[in-house]
């Protein structure tokens, strides 16, 4: 009974100092709680953006589209005589300018051909004096009329077949391939003491009064491209021989390019463009005629850089690097009371690194044109980016 006694006092003492061991928790805590109340940090400052601006301009922009490509003689013809022969002389080059009534090539008469010639030059004057002795007889009533007109005609016949191979050349030695026109030496289709079948293609002879420049664009861009468009061409540099040239060549190459006259120019006209895609280049091909009056200094296989004007856009004219992309499309950023605002754009043209763009605008407000990457709608800015 006593130990009974004993186990419920020390109960009763246990719970009295669980009791004010709870109490001095909720105390500290408490205190803890307004220490960190009043140690916390201040609420940050507003982040201010530094940007440059321009001012947005509303202006008409010229609208083409860039092709490259070749330069080309507008026709070639090929030089040939209608005989068989042997070519004993080629006094020309590839790329050789010629001009009309120049001699291009000396082909020297085929055995074969010179005795057939002769065969027929033999039989004309046989046949032309048979025909004479028919005539005579008939004089003396000794011929018939049937038997004058059969010899008669018989040396119409041979007379006919006499003309044919002297208009190939036959009976005349040799026989000289002359220029027809103007031209530029395109391409050698023989050798010097070739045997020559009749009208086999001797050389290539390319007109120089008018130039083709042969383009490729791109498909989306066919339907901005009509025939009749203007085209600005410009000569594209050459790569140099000694790219990887050191010392005394390096330096006079850099010597050399420091004085170099400004690329060729010239001017033209779309001609023709096809609806196929090229299967080879994959792009759309477009010939551009040039004259030779507006030609300059174009060279024929020269590579050119075309500018093709298919008109012009009316748009707000801000500089490339203000336009920007994301999934909801093309922006500007604006700015009003010193702060960033989007407006969406549709770019219409670009021209010496600026872009017509489209879209709500306000020609009052300057527009974004550095620092634009990291804004934000409603984002502080200051005018200081370089």
Request: glycine share 8%; hydrophobic share 50%.
């Amino acid at each position: 009974m006593k130990s009974h006694r004993i186990s419920l006092q020390l109960t009763a003492v246990a719970a009295v100092v669980a009791a004010a061991l709870l109490a001095c928790g909720t105390v500290l805590m408490f205190k803890a709680g307004a220490a960190n109340k009043t140690t916390a940090a201040p609420p940050a400052q507003d982040v201010v953006a530094s940007i440059a601006s321009v001012a947005a301009v509303r202006t008409r922009v010229p609208v083409s589209v860039t092709a490259w490509g070749d330069v080309a003689p507008a026709q070639s013809e090929s030089m040939s005589l209608p005989r068989a022969g042997q070519l004993v002389a080629l006094p020309v080059v590839v790329g050789q300018r010629m001009r009309k009534g120049a001699v291009l090539a000396r082909v020297a008469g085929d055995p074969a051909s010179e005795t057939a010639y002769l065969n027929a030059q033999s039989a004309w004057k046989l046949a032309q004096g048979e025909s004479q002795r028919v005539q005579a007889l008939f004089k003396l009533q000794l011929a018939t009329v049937s038997q004058v007109e059969a010899a008669r005609k018989t040396e119409q016949d041979a007379q006919a077949a006499l003309d044919a191979l002297r208009k190939t050349g036959a009976g005349a030695g040799e026989s000289a391939v002359t220029a027809p026109f103007d031209g530029v030496v395109t391409a050698l289709n023989a050798a010097l003491g070739d045997r020559l079948a009749a009208n086999a293609p001797i050389l290539q002879l390319g007109r120089v009064d008018t130039l083709r420049v042969n383009l490729g664009i791109e498909p989306a861009r066919r339907a901005a491209v009509h025939v009749g468009d203007p085209v600005s061409l410009t000569a594209l540099p050459s790569q140099p021989a000694g790219d990887g040239a050191t010392g005394a060549t390096g330096a006079a190459a850099s010597a050399v390019s420091a004085v170099s006259p400004p690329p060729a120019s010239a001017v033209g006209s779309v001609a023709s463009l096809q609806d196929l895609v090229d299967p080879k280049t994959q792009l759309v091909n477009v010939v551009v005629q040039v004259p030779a009056a507006s030609a300059g200094a174009l060279v024929l296989g020269m590579r050119v850089q075309a500018g093709i004007s298919t008109g012009s856009v009316d748009g707000w004219l801000v500089p490339r690097l203000a336009v920007l992309n994301d999934s909801q499309g093309d922006y500007v950023y604006q700015v009003r009371d010193g702060a960033a605002h989007r407006v969406g754009v549709q770019p219409r043209a670009e021209v010496h690194g600026q872009v017509a763009v489209d879209g709500a605008i306000d020609a009052a407000l300057p527009v974004v044109s550095l620092g634009n990457y990291e804004l934000k709608e409603g984002m502080k800015v200051r005018e200081g980016a370089r």
